[in-house]
């Protein structure tokens, strides 16, 4: 079993719909992070924040809006997306420094 | 910059058979060192890591040694099973906060 849960673990959504991704951890990890997953593809950084601040966005388009309400949330909120923002979207967190737990993922499909 | 080289596959083995999965990286200074697995359908698992030279990780019968000489972290199993069938990442973290990947090599093993 995953530490590190997210939800829904399947998405479809229209161009013109607002969604977000929920994370959960209660592993008291102070590092949390946003990757992206295309099939057969290494996960690609999106967003990390530290102590619940903002600490890296690796020039995400604004069409992607992360937000970490507390130490053991992490949200990412979806608006405007286009078909190739489809993919496996993975949240992750971490002591610094340490290796990152990752969830399970949600499956995000744009239409 | 860093970066993560690994053998990119498909390798393709028989049940029992000895496994090696090379990875190769290019950092400054004293990396730590990861290997992930994504089994179908599911996020990435740590599997085994090493912070300094010469450390040995170890995990459900999987091994990696670090070894600054040859900046290498080969990950090897002496006998594989179906159930290792997945995606095998390798990956550096240096600064403590988030990872670089290999590209990730796919491993199928048949009965």
């Known amino acids: 079993d995953t530490e590190v849960t997210q939800t829904p673990k399947h998405l479809v959504m229209g161009m013109t719909n607002k969604k977000s991704l929920k994370c959960e951890q209660h592993m008291g990890h102070r590092a949390m992070y946003w990757y992206k997953q295309k099939a057969k593809k290494p996960p690609e950084l999106m967003f990390v924040y530290s102590y619940e601040k903002l600490s890296i966005n690796e020039s995400v388009p604004s069409r992607f809006s992360p937000e970490c309400p507390n130490s053991s949330l992490l949200n990412l909120h979806l608006h405007a997306l286009q078909p190739e923002d489809s993919a496996l979207y993975l949240c992750?967190?971490?002591?610094?420094?340490?290796?990152?737990?990752f969830g399970n993922g949600t499956r995000l499909t744009v239409t | 910059g860093n970066s993560v080289t690994q053998m990119e596959g498909p390798v393709t083995l028989s049940e029992e058979a000895f496994l090696t999965i090379n990875c190769t990286y290019t950092?400054?200074?004293?990396?730590?060192l990861f290997w992930y697995v994504q089994y179908p359908g599911e996020g990435l698992q740590l599997l085994l890591k090493?912070?300094?030279?010469?450390d040995k990780g170890s995990n459900k019968g999987f091994e990696a040694t670090y070894r600054k000489e040859t900046t290498s972290f080969h990950l090897e199993k002496g006998s594989v099973q179906v159930s290792d069938s997945a995606v095998y990442f390798c990956a550096l973290d240096q600064a403590g906060t988030a990872l670089i990947f290999g590209k990730g090599t796919t491993l199928s093993v048949s009965s």
């Open positions: 950092a400054t200074g004293y990396p730590s």
């Open positions: 992750a967190s971490s002591q610094v420094p340490g290796g990152l737990h």
């Open positions: 090493a912070t300094k030279a010469d």
